[in-house]
């Protein structure tokens, strides 16, 4: 598994801000009530975040050479997936809230500008979700093999 990239990150995050635009503008077109701000899912994102790194920090120390409690590979490979999978998720959803925040600012001439700080309180939160995801990511890199064995064959 590759590390995520940034340009990953950016084409995800692109692709939720067009899609919330769009749906937003659609979905008020067609005479629905735009969706609030979010706050149980600001609330998951931020559980998230914290129980993504509770998993990572015992690869990160095991890695970082405190090797008293063995790592199970499959677990490590488990939280390196989830924490890639935050990673991307948290650009979608950046990406998302912030297109949610720009339709309701630029959509009604600022009158539900309360309602769009309230969306970059959600655009924090899953920002944060992508930070936290790339550094657990970081934390289950392999450590570098030993070059001196491989030598001396």
């Not at 735009?34 to 609330?43: D, S």
């Not at 095991?62 to 999978?85: C, E, L, Q």
């Not at 001439?109 to 959600?122: C, E, T, Y």
């Not at 944060?128 to 064959?153: F, N, R, T, W």
Request: glycine share 12%.
């Amino acid at each position: 598994m590759t590390q995520t990239r940034p340009p990953q990150l950016f084409t995800w995050g692109i692709i939720g801000l067009i899609l919330s635009f769009g749906f937003h503008y659609i979905w008020e077109a067609s005479g629905g009530a735009l969706p609030g701000i979010p706050w149980p899912a600001i609330l998951g994102m931020v559980i998230l975040s914290i129980v993504l790194l509770v998993l990572g920090w015992p690869i990160k120390k095991w890695n970082d050479g405190d090797r008293t409690r063995d790592i199970d590979p499959v677990r490590a490979a488990r939280v390196a997936m989830m924490a890639k999978a935050a990673a991307l998720a948290g650009a979608l959803l950046t990406g998302w809230y912030l297109g949610a925040a720009l339709y309701l600012v630029l959509s009604a001439g600022g009158i539900r500008a309360q309602s769009a700080s309230g969306m970059l309180v959600a655009v924090g939160a899953s920002a944060i979700v992508m930070v936290v995801g790339l550094i657990v990511e970081s934390y289950c890199k392999l450590p570098p093999d030993d070059s001196a064995g491989a030598d001396a064959a």
